[in-house]
């Protein structure tokens, strides 16, 4: 009889393990972060009084509640196991955070990231991946990204560094360290843009960006010729680029991009121009 009822419970567990498992990914087990590596993501995105953090896949609560205790944020961690986020909102009320601390249970896909200025995760590379979309649409451009060890496919990281630590367990139990990558979501400028000059002749010209995440491609058309864009390259909402002058001398643009309006300047030589562009449909 006793066998029966644990026969039947176990199956039970597997049904709800499996059941949970079908309607929600998983972006792995509750493996919590080090210390020492909590501290390094949160300084390599430069968090600060006003950052909103949340932590997709929050475990036991660590990132947010050290965002908010040691380095004055607020933030909102995400995720699916109700008793680690039982834990963690009872660690925010016991270090008196919970006005700036708050967890939920939620799918990490389903998360609501609008406020969200830095976003950490700890999560397999196949949640990193479907999360991926999900984060540069609803990010703000300039908005930061953290992930221990575990990189988005294609979209190279902004920095990176390593953190040698003693309290990480690792499987082949010779490298005791953790990997930490920053991505700073760049503004979205793929497309044709009309850009002027505000001094000079020929002030017209046509921008053609490709965009390939934070770096670009493409041409620019001024006075009847084109040049290649080179050096490419957006920090969120900072653009740059350069193009070779007909001289053989470079020309060196910088703008920041607001939605579909971007400003900047122009330095070639000695001279500084100031110019802007807006969005061609
Ligand atoms: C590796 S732990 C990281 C915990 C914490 N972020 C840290 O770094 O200490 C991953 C966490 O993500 C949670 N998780 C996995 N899949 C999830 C999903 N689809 N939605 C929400 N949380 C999820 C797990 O329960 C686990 O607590």
Not at 113 to 126: D, H, I, N
Not at 138 to 148: C, D, F, M, N
């Amino acid at each position: 009889m006793r066998i029966a009822i644990r026969a039947l419970c176990a199956a039970a567990l597997l049904c709800a393990a499996s059941a949970r498992a079908e309607s929600h990914q998983t972006g792995g087990p509750y493996v919590p972060t080090p210390p020492a590596v909590v501290e390094a993501m949160l300084e390599l995105a430069g968090v600060g009084r006003r950052d909103f953090v949340v932590d997709l896949g929050s475990g036991d609560g660590r990132i947010v509640l050290a965002a908010a205790k040691k380095f004055g944020a607020r933030g909102l961690g995400v995720e699916i196991d109700p008793q680690l986020v039982a834990k963690s909102n009872e660690a925010a009320r016991r270090l008196g955070l919970a006005e700036r601390a708050r967890f939920v249970v939620r799918d990490v896909l389903e998360a609501d990231l609008s406020g969200a200025t830095v976003v950490t995760l700890y999560l397999f590379p196949e949640m990193m991946k479907a999360l991926q979309p999900k984060l540069l649409k609803e990010l703000k451009p300039g908005a930061r990204i953290v992930s221990h060890d575990f990189e988005f496919g294609g979209w190279k990281p902004d920095r990176s560094l390593v953190i040698e630590t003693g309290e990480k367990y690792d499987l082949t139990g010779s490298v005791w360290k953790s990997n930490v990558y920053l991505w700073v979501v760049p503004a979205a400028v793929q497309g044709r843009w009309k850009g002027t000059l505000q001094t000079g002749p020929a002030p017209e010209f046509l921008l053609e960006i490709r965009q390939d995440f934070q770096f670009f491609r493409g041409e620019l058309a001024r006075a009847g010729r084109s040049a290649a864009i080179e050096e490419g390259q957006l920090e969120g909402a900072r653009l740059r680029f350069s193009v070779r002058s007909e001289d053989g001398g470079r020309e060196r643009y910088t703008a920041t991009v607001s939605g579909a309006r971007m400003e900047g300047e122009l330095v070639r030589g000695a001279e500084t121009v100031r110019w802007n562009a807006v969005r061609l449909r």
